[in-house]
């Protein structure tokens, strides 16, 4: 059964790219050496640039297969759209596609990110439950 991961945080480019690239990457190895290699996905915001775009880029360079999960809105954006496994829009506005995408994926990782990153993430602690969240969420601030 394939192991869902879900990366959210800043989808612009005005961060530290060098630290967010070197913090996913420490937690997706952390994730690897937990469950191995096999049936990992990783699924991002679809857009190719900002954090999904680093996201994207260690799962291929891992052979993660990779989801673009976001609203149609991510068609219209400038830096387009990364060439992903899969791709499932929902909603047409950015944030509708949120529970639907804290209900899709196993783990979520937070690098830095804004109000709709943060959203997601208290909307996934809520989907969780009683479930010991610190075993399937990391959040890691970036400048």
Do not use: C
């Not at 800043?10 to 967010?20: I, P, R, V």
């Not at 400038?78 to 499932?88: A, L, R």
């Not at 506005?93 to 690098?111: A, H, N, P, T």
């Not at 993430?121 to 399937?136: A, N, Q, T, Y």
Request: glycine content about 10%.
């Amino acid at each position: 059964m394939a192991l869902k991961i879900g990366v959210v945080g800043f989808s612009n480019n005005q961060f530290n790219h060098k630290e967010a690239s070197l913090k996913l990457k420490k937690l997706l190895d952390y994730i690897v050496r937990n469950h191995g290699k096999e049936g990992l996905v990783l699924v991002s915001g679809y857009t190719n640039s900002g954090v999904p775009k680093i996201a994207y880029d260690w799962a291929v360079e891992l052979g993660m297969e990779t989801v673009g999960f976001s609203a149609k809105q991510a068609l219209t954006v400038d830096s387009g759209v990364y060439p992903v496994d899969k791709v499932i829009l929902i909603g047409e506005k950015f944030g509708e596609e949120s529970q639907s995408f804290v209900e899709y994926i196993d783990i979520l990782i937070r690098i830095g990110g804004g109000n709709q990153s943060r959203h997601e993430v208290e909307l996934f602690k809520e989907h969780k439950g009683l479930v010991d969240v610190e075993k399937i969420l990391f959040e890691a601030e970036i400048d």
